[in-house]
């Protein structure tokens, strides 16, 4: 059964103060693996899709990141605008195309 | 503007109703899922389609059903089977890339609340 794993549940940054988010994946073969952000009461917004380890993908200040097991989002100087729940999915080679969740890392950005 | 609409965004079901949550696309997207929130929880996913006319039970179909007659649209009933409704409902469509479904887009959620 794919898994996907979010750590921390929860991050308080000071506006600026770089971190990473952690997102650990078990899957019987990689298709995708998909970075959302979810503001509350709203639908998840998509950020990134990577597809295979060692890609890097880039937005404002966020870099997304794969391995064969994890990925990881670098926040880079980050404003309180970025503060929201950041979700991780993963989408399996075989099966019946759907992504399976994380439960996120909530982001809080300190002014 | 392209995108999903889910309406309505609150919903308040009485016990042993069934409600019908919608969803619109105009993206041209093949496939369409419905998930459900809650707390704590990954997004979890509840039915799918890959076509009109053809859907597919998710992890956790029981107490809900679904139709696909246009591509356009799929609806969500959530009927009186189902013994905890209460949930953020989310409706996500993706595009057909080669062989391949890609990421999928989110519609702004359905909140259903049982009174």
């Known amino acids: 059964e794919d898994q996907v794993t979010q750590s921390p549940e929860a991050l308080r940054l000071q506006e600026g103060e770089s971190s990473s988010l952690n997102c650990s994946y078990t899957?019987?073969?990689?298709?995708?693996l998909f970075w959302y952000r979810q503001d509350p009461g709203k639908g998840p917004e998509f950020l990134f899709t990577?597809?295979?380890a060692g890609e890097e993908k880039e937005k404002e200040r966020l870099k997304a990141t794969l391995t064969k097991k994890e990925s990881f989002l670098h926040i880079t100087a980050p404003k309180p605008e970025d503060s929201a729940t950041y979700l991780c999915?993963?989408?399996?080679?075989?099966?019946?195309?759907?992504?399976?969740f994380g439960t996120g890392t909530r982001l809080t950005i300190i002014p | 503007d392209g995108g999903i609409t889910q309406s309505p965004k609150y919903l308040f079901r009485k016990e042993g109703q069934n409600v019908t949550l919608s969803c619109e696309q105009n993206?041209?997207?093949?496939?369409m899922y419905w998930y459900r929130q809650d707390p704590g929880q990954g997004l979890r996913l509840i039915y799918y389609?890959?076509?009109?006319?053809?859907?597919q039970k998710g992890d956790i179909a029981e107490g809900y059903s679904v139709s696909r007659e246009k591509k356009e649209s799929f609806p969500l009933t959530v009927t009186s089977a189902q013994k905890n409704p209460t949930a953020f409902y989310l409706c996500?469509?993706?595009?057909?890339?080669?062989?391949?479904?890609?990421?999928?887009?989110f519609g702004q959620g359905t909140r259903l609340t049982v009174v």
């Open positions: 996500a469509s993706s595009p057909l890339d080669g062989t391949a479904y890609t990421e999928a887009f």
């Open positions: 899957v019987s073969g990689l298709r995708g």
């Open positions: 990577l597809y295979s």
């Open positions: 999915a993963v989408q399996a080679n075989f099966g019946n195309e759907k992504l399976t």
């Open positions: 993206l041209n997207h093949d496939a």
């Open positions: 389609s890959q076509i009109v006319n053809d859907f």
